[in-house]
């Protein structure tokens, strides 16, 4: 089965860092079922075409290759590598030039079934419908999915084995990037991080850029991860 986008259904499929991968999908109310079960489609027979994996793996080797290349990326990974070093979040969802070349359609096959198990699976319906009714729609289009248990695992605190990584590029711009531990969301002193962080924003936005014209990106901020930074 191949996934179609269908008047104005989407489908969406987002692979974010690290806390969990994402399907999404939007239609109006009377198609919205039919276009649930093309989605359960995908997900019970996958055609992963080799040509088109292929494809994309070709487009994900090029975009890993190009980012030596892009300053405002390289930073970032040479940064991640300092502060994820030992940690989980140090595996990459975008993968490597060593563990992209062996993704397989048998192999994506595998992981697929790996995930759709019921224990790690939420499902969030927001519209105009019945519960009950969305209940037995659900089961008939997703009841395939096995039940499974699934413990969300620990994750350490982050020891980042060196503290000042440098890479000496001719280049007319420097760029500095900086990451720490901070609280998760759910701790107390989340809010107060995220507050704070966001006036810190503004203050380097105004100073730097607005009346000094020091740089053009001047930015903080705090992610919204388990482990968070």
């Not at 720490?180 to 100073?207: F, H, V």
Request: charged letters at 20%; glycine letters at 6%.
């Amino acid at each position: 089965v191949t996934l179609l986008r269908v008047l104005t259904y989407t489908w969406t499929l987002l692979a974010r860092r690290q806390p969990c991968v994402v399907l999404a999908l939007a239609a109006p109310r009377e198609g919205f079922f039919s276009a649930l079960q093309l989605v359960s489609e995908c997900l019970r027979q996958p055609a992963l075409d080799p040509d088109h994996v292929a494809q994309r793996r070709s487009q994900m080797l090029t975009s890993l290759g190009s980012e030596q290349a892009d300053p405002d990326r390289f930073v970032s990974r040479i940064c991640n590598q300092g502060f994820f070093a030992g940690h989980p979040y140090r595996l990459r969802p975008d993968g490597t030039s060593e563990t992209v070349p062996q993704l397989s359609p048998e192999l994506l096959r595998a992981r697929l079934k790996q995930l759709l198990v019921s224990g790690r699976v939420l499902v969030v319906v927001v519209g105009d419908h019945e519960s009950k009714g969305v209940r037995q729609q659900l089961g008939q289009s997703l009841g395939f999915i096995p039940p499974g248990k699934w413990e969300r695992p620990k994750l350490p605190a982050y020891e980042p084995q060196r503290r000042l990584v440098l890479d000496t590029r001719q280049l007319p711009t420097n760029y500095v990037l900086a990451k720490c531990a901070a609280p998760a969301p759910g701790q107390a002193d989340y809010p107060a991080a995220r507050l704070a962080l966001d006036i810190l924003r503004k203050r380097m936005w105004s100073e730097l850029r607005t009346k000094h014209g020091l740089t053009y990106a001047a930015a903080a901020g705090a992610s919204s991860y388990r482990a968070n930074y």
